[in-house]
């Protein structure tokens, strides 16, 4: 499976905390485009594609979700519930979003610009595509 949690080094004191995103350090790609989703509501699910080339690491900066991850082998859960984990995606990686909670916020940091050419949309075209 071509996913990792990353632990985000976190800068603290009295006045709170701070985590720093920074290509190439503890993001593991050049970040050309930063999105966020808020306000999808719990029994709404998301994703449900996957991408041919492009990279993403997914931060739930507020309440939580669960992702399904399948590589076209298996599938994993992965529940994204902290502001300073980061659920990396690599190339050809099934994704789908549910169980959001109130509220929840999450930022995405994605390796290239959009382009709908790279997505999967059809589950099917994704098994075929991995052949």
């Given amino acids: 499976m071509n ?19 920074e290509s190439r ?4 790609f050049q970040i050309k485009r930063v999105y966020y989703i808020f306000d999808t ?5 998301r994703g449900k594609h996957a991408h041919k080339n492009l990279e993403q690491i997914v931060i739930a900066i507020d309440g939580s979700c669960q992702l399904v991850l399948d590589d076209g082998a298996s599938r994993e859960e992965v ?5 300073d984990v980061g659920l990396y995606i690599g190339k050809n ?4 979003m549910r169980h959001f909670s ?12 959009y382009d709908e050419k790279e997505y999967i949309r059809d589950y099917g075209e994704f098994l075929r595509c991995l052949k």
């Avoid at 990353?6 to 995103?21: N, T």
């Avoid at 109130?102 to 610009?113: E, F, N, P």
């Fill in 79 to 83: 529940w994204l519930n902290r502001p």
């Fill in 3 to 21: 996913y990792k949690l990353i632990p985000m080094q976190v800068f603290g004191d009295k006045r709170g905390k701070l985590v720093s995103l």
């Fill in 25 to 28: 350090r503890n993001v593991p």
């Fill in 93 to 96: 990686m099934w994704r789908e």
């Fill in 102 to 113: 109130y509220g929840c916020k999450l930022v995405i940091l994605a390796s290239d610009y």
């Fill in 41 to 45: 509501l719990p029994e709404e699910e």
